[in-house]
């Protein structure tokens, strides 16, 4: 099984839709989780950390369910400046965190 | 904002070349990595650093490469010969600790080996 899987897409959706990604993730013992955004031949940004309770920024809600190792990542009222890839990422329990990366979701936002 | 540096930001060279790549993580940042990124591919963790010495190493990051940080502020990764499976995307990496603790990437070097 793959470390981290994600749908790689492209999600074609109009502006102003709301999308959803989701990801697995195979090691139950991972303790972050996080969502990055990457523009073409750009680097990974930090979009949001995921926490077991949920948590919201804005347009962006990421919510995490720990027993079926699954994370999910919704944008609403997308924007054309949404389109971009978003990684799906997790810690790997090294001695220093190492970032296990999917291989990511194409989302293209449409006038 | 503080951000990671890297350069080159391209960089060209023959099969068989030495290559080093440089970064310059964020000031209080104490772990460094390295991570690549094939053309449409995921991005790969190659080497953690901390404490001016190897922490963890992925497959990938066999005797050819080797990392060091020379002075306070640069982390360099060196590929002493390269092969033409070494193009790829390099991203340099920093995080103030590990314990999950965002890592921010600094911008990368796109490395094409002839």
């Known amino acids: 099984r793959k470390e981290v899987e994600q749908d790689p897409g492209p999600f074609n959706v109009p502006e102003g839709a709301t999308v959803a990604f989701n990801c697995t993730y195979s090691?139950?013992?991972?303790?972050?989780f996080f969502w990055y955004r990457q523009d073409c031949r750009k680097e990974p940004k930090l979009l949001m950390s995921?926490?077991?309770s949920g948590n919201e920024d804005g347009r962006f809600t990421a919510q995490l369910n720990r027993a079926s190792q699954y994370i999910s990542l919704l944008i609403r009222d997308s924007k054309l400046s949404d389109s971009a890839t978003y990684l799906c990422a997790v810690n790997d329990r090294g001695r220093d965190d190492k970032i296990i990366f999917g291989k990511g979701t194409r989302l293209h936002i449409l006038p | 904002e503080p951000e990671v540096t890297q350069t080159p930001s391209h960089q060209v060279t023959q099969m068989g070349q030495e290559v080093i790549l440089r970064c310059v993580p964020i000031?209080?940042?104490?772990?460094f990595y390295w991570y690549r990124q094939i053309l449409g591919q995921k991005v790969e963790f190659l080497v953690s650093?901390?404490?001016?010495?190897?922490?963890?190493k992925s497959e990938i990051f066999d005797d050819q490469f080797s990392v060091e940080r020379p002075d306070g502020s640069n982390f360099t990764l060196k590929i002493r010969s390269t092969k033409l499976e070494d193009s790829a995307m390099y991203f340099c990496?920093?995080?103030?600790?590990?314990?999950?603790?965002?890592?921010?990437f600094g911008p990368g070097t796109r490395l094409l080996v002839l």
């Open positions: 995921v926490y077991s």
């Open positions: 000031s209080n940042h104490l772990y």
């Open positions: 090691n139950s013992a991972s303790q972050s």
């Open positions: 990496a920093s995080s103030e600790s590990a314990e999950g603790k965002t890592q921010y």
């Open positions: 650093f901390y404490n001016n010495e190897i922490s963890e």
